[in-house]
């Protein structure tokens, strides 16, 4: 059974840092391009940041470039985001999401975590 | 670059059809056809009912079809089902990224 299992969620103060993980299980990690999804409280879904299986493609919506960083550890079946000087406009549930292998793009997806919820707030 | 546009609700009764529309530009909707739809019960996770306008992955339902014209995408539901009561998104791929609607509220009546 596919399971996707984030973590890392919290309360953090603007400006300020945090590292959310996702352990995938149930399939081969290492096959599959992965993203990061959120969606601010009763509001709509929202791609942040995607990867390919190997790790050596990245690719981040304009609203988190440069801030935010995407990263996955095969050896470990874990999916990452760094998010540095975060911002209250940040406040999310963040799913980690797993791509559809016989999609057309790397960012249709079958599988989605829980989420885990963001705020940033002072 | 701008969310897609989605009616904010749509209603209707049991064992009717629906549809919602998905607007998106010739730079995404228009220029490729890797729109997907989501399904999103309160407090759940998305899920995946359409992708590349109309394939619809192992297990979702044939009253799910997808369709697409010009920059308008959109999502039929047939026989609908007090199930069927969700949120509802669209996405579409765009260069190296891809952009979600603004979601429509299902009410089955």
């Known amino acids: 059974e596919v399971q996707l299992l984030e973590s890392g969620g919290g309360l953090v103060q603007p400006g300020g840092s945090l590292r959310l993980s996702c352990a995938a299980s149930g399939f081969t990690f290492s096959n599959y391009a992965m993203s990061w999804v959120r969606q601010a409280p009763g509001k709509g879904l929202e791609w942040v940041s995607g990867?390919?299986?190997?790790?050596?493609?990245?690719y981040y919506a304009d609203s988190v470039k440069g801030r935010f960083t995407i990263s996955r550890d095969n050896s470990k079946n874990t999916l990452y985001l760094q998010m540095n000087s975060l911002r209250a406009e940040d406040t999310a549930v963040y799913y980690c999401?797993?791509?559809?292998?016989?999609?057309?793009?790397?960012?249709?997806?079958?599988?989605w975590g829980q989420g885990t919820l963001v705020t940033v707030s002072s | 670059q701008s969310a897609l546009t989605q009616p904010a609700s749509v209603s209707a009764s049991p064992g009717q059809s629906i549809t919602i529309s998905c607007t998106g530009t010739?730079?995404?909707?228009?220029?490729?056809?890797?729109v997907s739809w989501y399904q999103q019960h309160p407090g759940k996770a998305p899920k995946l009912m359409i992708y590349d306008v109309s394939n619809r992955p192992s297990g979702v339902s044939n009253r799910f079809s997808g369709s697409k014209s010009g920059n308008t995408a959109s999502l039929t539901i047939s026989g609908l089902q007090a199930e069927d009561e969700a949120d509802y998104y669209c996405?579409?791929?765009?260069?190296?990224?891809?952009?979600f609607g603004g979601g429509t509220k299902l009410t089955v009546l």
């Open positions: 010739s730079s995404d909707v228009g220029r490729y056809n890797y």
């Open positions: 996405s579409s791929y765009t260069s190296n990224s891809v952009l």
């Open positions: 990867i390919s299986n190997s790790g050596g493609s990245t």
């Open positions: 999401a797993r791509r559809i292998p016989v999609s057309g793009t790397l960012f249709d997806f079958d599988y």
